[in-house]
């Protein structure tokens, strides 16, 4: 063997042990305890053959509680690029089979190395989480790790899309890097999410909770929000990483890839024409109007378990991308409270960031009433809505369906809020309140003196609703800009969104708002 085919064997047998992170018993482990390593599930994630892995030799540098005599290839983490549908990604996944994907100051040096890389080439950032937190025996420098992590999140926010998969533990501080990402993934059963552990809790306040209890995949999707998604299997959450990049442009200054459309964009939905009850105080379901007007019928929904009184997430109009945004009647009447205004704020921020047209779908009838919400801070989690609303400078296509009542009207897209084309259907009620409201204000005091004070009450109400209760006072004014038919709002979306393609809108230069946080 000559010199140089020895050192060519030295370089193959290096780079099969770095591939073995942690070694045969410890994969042997991880896939006992369900789990994919960290390579395996980079090869699941990517384009067959795409992954260009980067920093395979790097070991760590702790001398501490023996850490010198231990050290592994790669420690801890597999870093790299490849592609996703052939779009450039980077990629980060902490492997659990070495030191516990527990973060290193190298590790740290690691990943914000290819978030770097992402921000000059203007490319997503996608992690794939599953790590013991800070490493303990490096003290202060695993948490200057996490923190040179967090700082760059922070510039990446708005700039390139970040995504983080939660599959394995993520406790302590590194649950922020997540948090500050645009969008995260929780696998189901096997992944959980806290500040602090269920021993922890144990003696601070006494609480017994387990750990799916206290932060699983379940709580985060529908109690607090803070997982966008909650997938049933690790091949499920990489699929679901791979579909949301399909909706996502690779950085700011770009636009998502068109898409080939098949479905007929004059499409009419003649069930659309039936859809809205007789009955204002009945309800029908968002989700069919939804599927009947977008390409193929295809919703990536985000957030689906939380705030469901608000529906949010993408879909395709003749193959371009939009985010939508929409009330859903058949959840306490589609009423904003606290949580659905931060939801539905939260994304329409990452839509207007990102270049993604917005439509909104309107039946609301008002702001949520009483204490839980007002001691709740609903005033501030309202205003948040209506300031992405507001700042939003991205094509917004408004379509109200029935109620649109007084803030809410305002804050759903309105027109003044620079909604840019904004239509209602003939079933739309666009005013101040509600008929029962307002006849409850203007006549409480003639109503008691009335002989029949039932039967003023309703010859008022019906006067309100006769004046009212429709899309035309709004149109009178412009404020819609159509009434259409909603068998054709397909079509209608779809050459309004042509139109807008070209939209070039400017907010006063400025450091950055203070949004009502
Ligand atoms: C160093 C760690 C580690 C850590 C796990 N390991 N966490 N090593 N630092 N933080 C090691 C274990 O010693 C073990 O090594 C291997 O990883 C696998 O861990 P196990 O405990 O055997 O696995 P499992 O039973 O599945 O339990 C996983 C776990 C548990 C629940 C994550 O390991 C754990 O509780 N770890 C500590 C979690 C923690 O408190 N982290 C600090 C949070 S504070 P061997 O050699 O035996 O295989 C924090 C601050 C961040 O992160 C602040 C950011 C701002």
Redesign the pocket.
Known sequence: MSKQEEKISQLIEKRAQARLGGGEK?IEKQHA?GKYTARERIAMLLDEGSFEELDMFVTHRCTNFGQDKKHILGDGVVTGFGTIEGRLVYVFAQDFTV??G?LSETMSLKICKVMDLAMKMGAPVIGLNDS??????EGINA?AG??EIFQRNILASGVIPQISAIMG?C????V?SPALTDFTIMTKGLSYMFLT?PSVVKTVTGEDVTQEQLGGASVHASKSGVTHFAAESEEETLQLVRQLMSYIPQNNLEETPLVDCKDPIDRLEDKLNDIIPDNPKQSYDMYEVIAAIVDDSKFLEVSKDYAKNIIIGFARFNGQAVGIVANQPKVLAGVLDSNASRKGARFVRFCDAFNIPIVTLVDVPGFLPGTGQEYNGVILHGAKLLYAYGEATVPKVTVTLRKSYGGSHIVMSCKQLRGDMNYAWPSAEIAVMGAEGAVGVLYAKEAKNSDNPAEFIKMKEDEYRDLFANPYQAAKYGYIDDVIEPRNTRFRVIKALNMLATKKVTNPAKKHGNIPL
């Open positions: 410890a305890r030191f516990g527990s013991g937190g800070a490493r303990i025996q948490l996490y923190s533990p406790a302590g501080g590194a922020y552990g």
